[in-house]
């Protein structure tokens, strides 16, 4: 079965950090570009960070530049979030997709609370 499991998602502090972990079940991640999204209650699903398939391109969504980082290894990727902020609470979810075959698959979603 080809899936995308993440984990790592937890109840944080304001200031605190997380990693979050995204891995690939069936298939191989290094072939893929991943996405991180998340989504809020009561809001849309927003993009995070990107990280394409060769693991040297990097793009970050404004409000989380210089507090989240990218990064492949392992056979998965992680997303680690430092300087945490009540405002980045919510689902965060891995997407991986095959830029040449089009294959697309996503995770179920780990929560990341941000309370104090």
């Known amino acids: 079965q080809l899936q995308l499991v993440e984990s790592g998602g937890s109840l944080v502090q304001p200031g605190g950090s997380v990693r979050l972990s995204c891995a690939a079940s069936?298939?191989?991640?290094?072939?893929?570009?991943v996405a991180w999204f998340r989504q809020a209650p009561g809001k849309e699903r927003e993009g995070v960070s990107c990280?394409?398939?060769?693991?040297?391109s990097t793009q970050y969504a404004d409000s989380v530049k210089g507090r989240f980082t990218i990064s492949r290894g392992n056979e998965k990727v992680y997303l680690e979030m430092n300087r945490l902020k009540p405002e980045d609470t919510a689902i965060y979810y891995c997407?991986?997709?095959?830029?040449?075959?089009?294959?697309?698959?996503w995770g179920q979603g780990s929560q990341v609370t941000v309370s104090s």
């Open positions: 997407d991986a997709e095959n830029l040449a075959t089009g294959e697309d698959y």
């Open positions: 069936g298939f191989r991640l290094d072939a893929y570009a």
């Open positions: 990280l394409g398939s060769t693991g040297s």
